[in-house]
């Protein structure tokens, strides 16, 4: 349903609002990762000719709001980011000073003149330095610079390790990298002069959260406030966040009295943008000799970066429960440390810690089997849960759900990516390949995802006069072809055609109660939201059709944009005439409300988990370390499928985003805490070239936890993709004598790895 008009540029994005007298901003940002703040001086800035204002902390009043936190566990330090720097400055990007003028290059122009005086401090940027006894601190509530310790554990980890044939330890690390949407965010504000309700248009995945979250900040009523997505090119989850300028653009449009816009370019996208992924893992597995897993024990140290905004803990404890997958582990302790260090904020990104952990497992798995002699997938095959074992309870408990596994046939998707990528062929076609030179490697990734979380999702089905039929959703989605699911779930409910349906998404002022568009919600919640409105509305739509037509209600049905008595297809009355006839002073029934529309909205904390299958199958040049991959499978179990084209869609454009930071993403920092990559000079992210074709296999294990028996799947192609192709590269070189610790695996980093046992391969130069 969306892509006509996108396809024909006719999608409106926040940059396309445009409101008479607009005023635009533009935020001074800080040059040093950490320096005190002794003074900003904005006089010279509103003196030149076209700007309206410009401001420093010191205008947002003594105690300036700080952005919550959504998450607090017992050993949580908060570390709340203002709007602009108050006293010290902690990352190179934190806004100091904003300027509002009468186009952009004025008011960048303006920011020159604004006069700061900093007193450099020194930074720390790696995550294991910064918890290091004298490192520079960060913050003074935290000494240490922990921002929080959570520490997760089920079964008897002492005795599991006691017991064992075997314990195998390794660090594995990966690296700092995020979401590259192709619309970088934006937010536009206006206060109405009316009504003085301040409407919002802004480049998010949660507009309710936001309109919540800017009240509290701006201490109004939240009826005060009305936010609104339009088209959103791109989000990954890392526009599920509240950043400053999400706060910064509202409060200078109250101050100017004028609608006031900011554009995030894209040099301010690499410095701002909520980073993602960066974990050191500590992991040891211990286990019988024959492959049997006994229990896992491991330390994660997350990089959380500056501060905590409402998501900053997310990943920690989303890596921390992740990490047993859909394996059999009797017993596991995993202690998840968030360090502060002088880096912008760390939040989600798509996968939300479940590529961390899954990284860290599959690639210890491999370890593992190399060490014990064993195939890799006999070693996963031995382990896996299967499907008599569900629903699976870990006992573990994550920030925003029980890790219970609540159906699944892991085997026998196993098995049938196995089949799809010839497995059994495989080691015959390497050793064929490595006599001739060529190094050829295959990855296997088995992964599970916590999907569909609560606590709600909202949802309204209208049905006018006119017949047509309107879908409010509190979701917000960003390409994911959420209006076309949603539709054909209203369609099938009430028997119209799907594309006469109109989805109207992330709009406050339209549907009183959201959440927005994370966690591979979409199809959970606000699916279920509106199954549950249609089917409302089509059980008064056929009672009021029996009144018209003198039928009794369970008589009638509903087919073909019509309702009939069954069996007399002649006897009926269209959608038009019943919502006519529901309308204030219609032909209603005695006691029947007015109106054919019903608002509804699905409670529920129990999240379902999907999981799939990721095989890669790569090649890597021995003289220069470039890896190709050549072919990719996946197995893919997400429920029941709604619309298969978008479901692969979603595959596959994760499948991309994961080979992306198996190879090459990578947001680099120097030692004194200046960003390395801050364009696309420096920061390389997958061409058309790099991916190739999926081929993709679906099992279809209904979720018993919601009516459509969905479980979410749009983030399953970033957590397999990763760590399968971090494993086939593996695969291609380690009978070198050289081990995969970290990604990326860039043509450097492996070009060195085959370099670095003094086994290179033969027939490879000795220079880069």
Not at 223 to 241: L, Y
Not at 243 to 248: H, N
Not at 492 to 502: A, G, N, R, Y
Not at 572 to 578: D, K, L, Y
Request: hydrophobic share 40%.
């Amino acid at each position: 349903m969306e892509d006509p008009r996108l396809l024909r540029g006719e999608a409106a994005f926040v940059d396309d609002i445009r409101l008479p007298g607009v005023l635009h901003m533009a935020v001074l940002r800080s040059p040093h990762a950490h320096a005190r703040l002794l003074s900003v001086d904005v006089r010279a800035a509103r003196e030149l000719p076209g700007v309206v204002d410009a401001f420093s902390a010191a205008d947002l009043g003594a105690e300036p709001p700080g952005i919550p936190f959504f998450y607090n566990p017992a050993s949580f330090r908060p570390a709340p980011q203002y709007p602009l720097a108050t006293d010290t400055v902690r990352y190179v990007g934190e806004g100091v000073a904003v300027v509002v003028a009468e186009s952009r290059h004025l008011a960048e122009d303006a920011l020159e003149l604004i006069e700061v005086d900093y007193e450099p401090l020194e930074a720390v940027v790696d995550a294991y330095a910064a918890i290091q006894p004298g490192a520079p601190v960060l913050h003074e509530n935290a000494p240490d610079n922990v921002a929080a310790t959570m520490v997760y554990e089920s079964g008897d980890v002492e005795a599991a390790f006691a017991g064992a044939d075997r314990v195998i330890s390794k660090r594995l690390d990966m690296q700092r990298y995020t979401g590259i949407p192709m619309e970088t965010r934006g937010v536009v504000g206006h206060r109405d002069a009316v009504t003085a309700e301040m409407t919002i248009w802004a480049s998010t995945q949660w507009p309710h959260t936001m309109r919540t979250v800017l009240a509290g900040m701006l201490a109004v009523p939240a009826r005060s406030i009305r936010v609104i997505t339009p088209d959103i090119g791109g989000g990954f989850g890392i526009k599920a966040d509240f950043y400053p300028e999400d706060f910064l653009v509202p409060f200078a449009a109250g101050r100017v009295g004028r609608p006031v816009k900011w554009i995030e370019d894209r040099n301010e996208h690499f410095l701002t943008i909520a980073h993602s992924r960066e974990q050191i893992h500590e992991v040891e597995i211990a286990l019988r000799d024959d492959g049997t897993i006994l229990g896992l024990r491991a330390r994660h140290i997350t990089d959380c970066g500056a501060y905590q905004r409402p998501l900053g803990l997310v990943n920690a404890s989303l890596a921390a429960t992740s990490l047993a997958g859909i394996y059999r582990v009797p017993a596991l302790r995993v202690e998840a440390v968030c360090a502060s260090t002088n880096k912008a904020p760390a939040s989600a990104y798509r996968g939300a810690g479940a590529p961390e952990a899954t990284f860290a497992r599959e690639r210890l798995l491999d370890i593992v089997a190399r060490e014990l002699g064993m195939d890799r997938a006999e070693l996963r095959r031995k382990n896996l849960l299967t499907p008599e074992e569900m629903p699976y309870d870990t006992g573990l408990v994550s920030l925003e759900a029980a890790v219970i596994l609540d159906s699944g046939s892991f085997p026998a998707a196993f098995e049938q990516a196995l089949d799809m990528a010839d497995y059994a062929g495989f080691a015959a076609r390497q050793q064929a390949a490595r006599e001739e030179g060529r190094l050829i490697g295959m990855g296997i990734c088995v992964y599970h995802q916590l999907t569909g979380t609560g606590p709600f999702e909202g949802g309204s089905v209208r049905v006018d006069p006119t017949g047509e039929v309107t879908i409010n959703s509190g979701a917000a989605p960003q390409g994911q072809g959420t209006a076309t699911m949603l539709a054909q779930i209203a369609a099938d409910e009430l028997q119209v055609p799907h594309d006469t349906i109109k989805v109207v998404f992330g709009d406050t002022g339209r549907l009183a109660h959201g959440m927005g568009t994370y966690a591979s919600r979409n199809a959970v919640m606000a699916g279920t939201a509106v199954v549950m409105a249609s089917t409302k509305v089509r059980e008064k739509a056929l009672a009021l059709a029996a009144h018209l037509v003198e039928a009794d209600p369970s008589d009638m049905v509903l087919e073909d944009g019509y309702a009939h008595v069954k069996g007399v297809p002649t006897t009926r009355v269209s959608w038009a005439e019943i919502a006519a006839a529901a309308t204030p002073g219609g032909n209603r029934p005695e006691g029947m409300e007015p109106d054919l529309e019903s608002v509804q909205y699905f409670e529920n904390m129990a999240a379902p988990y999907s999981y799939g299958i990721h095989i890669a199958e790569v090649e890597v040049d021995p003289d220069t370390g470039v890896t190709t991959v050549g072919r990719y499978v996946v197995v893919n179990d997400a429920g029941t499928i709604v619309n298969p084209r978008n479901a692969e869609g979603q595959i596959a454009g994760g499948v991309a985003q994961g080979l992306g930071g198996a190879l090459m993403e990578e947001l680099v920092y120097g030692p004194d805490g200046q960003p390395q990559s801050t364009s696309f000079l420096d920061y390389l992210i997958p061409g058309s070239l790099d991916v190739p074709d999926v081929e993709i296999g679906h099992l279809e294990t209904k979720s018993p936890l919601n009516p459509l028996g969905v479980k979410g799947m749009g983030e399953g192609g970033a957590i397999g993709g990763h760590s399968a192709v971090a494993n086939a590269v593996a695969d291609a070189i380690e009978h070198l004598g050289c081990t995969v610790t970290r990604t990326p695996l860039k043509p450097a980093t492996v070009w060195e790895l085959m370099r670095s046992t003094g086994a290179a391969p033969a027939g490879a130069g000795t220079t880069a």
